[in-house]
């Protein structure tokens, strides 16, 4: 894969786009992992920007520093160095405090696992953000009812995460990011999971979602499906983004998608 | 709109520090749902508390039966001195005067006779045998058949010594045990036991050294009770904290403080700690109890714990105590390790 240079420039100064806002925008960004006397470098000056309601897909090969791209635009570490700005704000500059209050309401996170908690219900799941962003129970309870049934899981509010498929685990875990109404969602691998057809209803959902509610979405995937419908593709290799394309100027035929 | 120059900061506030309430009913759901395993956690403080208890309780009953095993110890004594000079009493006649209160050791000296089933206790005339020591065995005699056939004549409680030829009752000879044996003539053919013979340097330098034994004996075992009840509850904590360092991942993750799951783990653990320190510390005073109730019986327990209840409820609140302070202290370090985890670390999913 080649680097596209007259694409990097548009990642810094956008032209095209350059009327929309950027909910997330990434400078030079690394990161270094010390374990011992080994220094592993996980990014290597990544730069991104992000768009408030596009609908932005993540293609990388593992080991190529997507989770740690993924844990700086989702405000769960800091970089080495250079800027990661989240909603206009460099999260390097904040205190644990406001990282968290940050986390809680700027982001949505669905894991790859779901990462639901086992022994609370879906609603208590969905509630729990909103319990940590100091909403009241009930107006938490009433918001949470209404994201489980706008996710068609208005009949399992009760149930505990095990009862449920993974598709509906899902969507549970989905629901749980809307809480605080974040600016982003960010999903790791959310079909590598998924039979075909689920998988297709999750992309689906997405798009739903970002159509009703203006929500950001940032999908970690390399599912064709998924990619060939968003809005547009980043490529992360050896820490750094080297590729950023509208699915229309993408050959999906090439050997990198098979 | 979009900036060419990005604010560095914009007013981010705090995260809102949640009430306690929060933490309760997250800790309060965690428990009902993980019920077996929080029972086992709870039987680990429980255990703990109780062997701790035990222990101390023992203590306080050891101290109450302390006079009744003193008894114990003199009337032992005295029925050997007895029975060192009169051989084994079965089917043996005896014979007894006895007038005013007589001791406790006297009392049980005439309890363990009739239980080692003397064929007979002469009493001589005017010898009457008060309500505590009724022996089923005891027989009423004349003043000149009283000593007849006896293998031995007991003195006790304040009544005068009677003369050698009524003690020796027409035999050559008589064994005559009395609590004040010094007051008796030698006489021929009269052997005198004394009964009050005090223990001798030996014995008492025996029972200086096991009472030295035994102070260490407990001392030990108080130690080592405490040492069983830190491990155990420190166990138990860290299992139920290290397996739910995924849940505390994704809570951070949320936008949970640090604090509040340092809060979720204290408080669970207070949980734990009271409701083992409780059940741990009546289960243990009641087993003590138990193992104390049959050699000594219910009333000399019951005086026992009547000694020493002030101590058993200051041990009682203590034991509840040390299982909270304990559990706390065992919960502080994973709840610390949890609290400081990054929450990428959640993240544990390859991309």
Known sequence: ?258 | MSTMTEPTRNAIPAQPKLPLGVAVAIVRQGIRIRLGRSLVTLLGVTLGIAFLMTTLTAQVLRRGVADEEALREVANRRYAVLLSETGPLLGKNLSLVASGPLDDGERRLLARLSDERVRELRLRPGTVLSGEVVSPRAVQKTLDDWTRGSTAVLVLGNAPMPAATELLGGASKQVVASSRAASVAPTDGLTVVGLNRPPSAEEQALARHEAERERFRTAWIVAVSLLVTVIGIANSMLMSVTERFRDIGTMRCLGALSGFVRTLFLVEAAFMGVAGGVLGAVGGMLFALGTYLLPYGGTLLLAAVGQGAGALVLMLFGSVVAGVVLSLLAALYPAAAAARMVPADALRSTV
């Open chain 1, 1 to 258: 894969m080649t680097t596209d240079h007259t694409l990097f420039r548009n990642l810094v100064e956008p032209t095209e786009d350059g009327g929309r806002e950027r909910v997330i925008h990434a400078v030079d960004v690394h990161k270094v992992y010390r374990t011992g006397t080994q220094e592993t470098h996980a990014l290597r000056g990544a730069t991104l920007e992000i768009f408030r309601g596009e609908y932005l897909s993540i293609m990388g090969p593992s080991g190529s520093g997507k989770s740690t791209l993924f844990n700086m635009i989702g405000a769960l570490s800091k970089p080495t160095s250079g800027k990661v700005y989240i909603d206009q704000v460099d999260i390097a500059e904040l205190d644990p405090n406001e990282l968290a209050w940050l986390r809680c309401r700027k982001v949505g996170y669905v894991f790859q696992t779901y990462d639901l908690i086992q022994v609370m219900t879906c609603l208590e799941n969905v509630t729990l953000p909103m319990a940590f962003a100091g909403i009241e129970p009930e107006p938490a309870r009433e918001k949470g009812i209404e994201i489980l049934q706008l996710l068609g899981l208005g009949e399992r509010l009760l149930h505990k995460p095990a009862e449920l498929s993974g598709g509906q685990q899902q969507r549970v875990a989905i629901a749980r990011a809307l809480a605080n109404s974040p600016e982003v969602l960010l999903a790791d691998e959310p079909t590598a999971n998924l039979d075909q057809r689920t998988g297709q209803e999750m992309i689906d959902l997405f798009h739903e979602l970002k159509r009703r509610l203006g929500v950001t979405i940032v999908a970690a995937t390399h599912d064709l499906k998924m990619l060939m419908r968003s809005d547009r593709i980043l490529w992360i290799e050896d820490g750094r983004i080297v590729r950023d394309a509208r699915p229309s100027d993408v050959d999906f035929s090439a050997a990198e998608f098979h």
